[in-house]
């Protein structure tokens, strides 16, 4: 969830407010695939990945480009704007009904001891970690990787090597969308859905990449375990604080290590 909108917060400098709405689109697409034409949701994971990185590749090229070197509150007005019309675009198409997927495994989970650990939930995790493993090496073994990451750091000077810094950010914007396509597959397999929760998971993907430090693959994978264990240690024992207990980590960690866990000095200067 988290690491699409820090590749795009990383290489662009936006902060995506529409990411939630991406992942609610792409938790859509499985549900369409598994109640019409009956695919295990699992399956449809490259299928939601696709369709969004198309998607967010032509918002970034037509739209999100033109403001793309104004300020960052251009942007922030932008895709608050760009995350308005998707939820009123998915209310107006799949309707405000909660929806979910119920899948012949839901129950069945691994047992090892007094611990019971949902195997779907244990597959959304591995899921996880491959699509981030998988991102890492795209970005540290590859051409195309490594132009991101150029850009990423002196868009002039990239393009003085060569590189389209315009294509590389349309890229990078829609790998940031598949990635969100790729969430919300997870996201409909294991919980219920409806267009308006995404602004939920966009915060929640801020606070991922806070943690964790912006720019960093490992620090996204550390923020969501931190800020999961820590909502469901405080869940337990006070049901109604758990996102007060995230938002206090937030501020902890904004006063005490602004670059997160990983995140490099660079980009906590941005």
């Given amino acids: 969830?988290?690491?699409?909108?820090?590749?795009?917060?990383?290489?662009?400098?936006?902060?995506?407010?529409?990411?939630?709405?991406?992942?609610?689109?792409?938790?859509?697409?499985?549900?369409?695939?598994?109640?019409?034409?009956?695919?295990?949701?699992?399956?449809?994971?490259?299928?939601?990945?696709?369709v969004l990185f198309a998607l967010g590749y032509v918002l970034q090229r037509y739209l999100i480009n033109r403001v793309l070197q104004a300020s960052i509150f251009a942007t922030l007005i932008l895709t608050f704007g760009l995350d308005r019309v998707l939820v009123n675009a998915n209310l107006r198409i799949f309707s405000a009904d909660i929806r979910g997927i119920t899948v012949p495994y839901t129950a069945a989970a691994l047992t090892l001891g007094d611990l019971r650990i949902p195997l779907i939930r244990l597959a959304v995790f591995g899921v996880a970690i491959l699509s981030t493993l998988a991102l890492w090496l795209f970005l540290e073994r590859t051409r195309l990787g490594i132009a991101i990451k150029a850009t990423s750091f002196d868009p002039e000077a990239a393009r003085l090597s060569g590189i389209d810094p315009a294509r590389i950010y349309a890229v990078t914007f829609g790998i940031g969308a598949a990635l969100a396509g790729?969430?919300?597959?997870?996201?409909?397999?294991?919980?219920?859905?409806?267009?308006?929760?995404?602004?939920?998971?966009?915060?929640?993907?801020?606070?991922?990449?806070?943690?964790?430090?912006?720019?960093?693959?490992?620090?996204?994978?550390?923020?969501?375990?931190?800020?999961?264990?820590?909502?469901?240690?405080?869940?337990?024992?006070?049901?109604?604080?758990?996102?007060?207990?995230?938002?206090?980590?937030?501020?902890?960690?904004?006063?005490a290590r602004p670059r997160g866990l990983f995140g490099r000095r660079f980009y906590a200067e941005i």
Avoid at 221 to 250: H, Q, Y
């Fill in 1 to 50: 969830m988290a690491m699409g909108f820090s590749i795009v917060w990383g290489v662009m400098n936006i902060i995506d407010l529409a990411h939630g709405s991406l992942i609610i689109i792409g938790a859509y697409v499985t549900y369409e695939l598994c109640t019409h034409l009956g695919v295990d949701p699992f399956l449809t994971i490259p299928v939601a990945a696709a």
């Fill in 182 to 255: 790729i969430a919300g597959a997870l996201v409909a397999a294991v919980s219920t859905f409806s267009p308006v929760i995404g602004d939920g998971l966009t915060t929640r993907a801020f606070v991922v990449v806070v943690l964790g430090g912006l720019g960093s693959v490992p620090g996204a994978i550390a923020g969501g375990i931190l800020l999961g264990v820590t909502e469901n240690l405080v869940a337990s024992a006070f049901p109604s604080f758990s996102d007060a207990a995230a938002f206090l980590l937030l501020i902890v960690f904004l006063a």
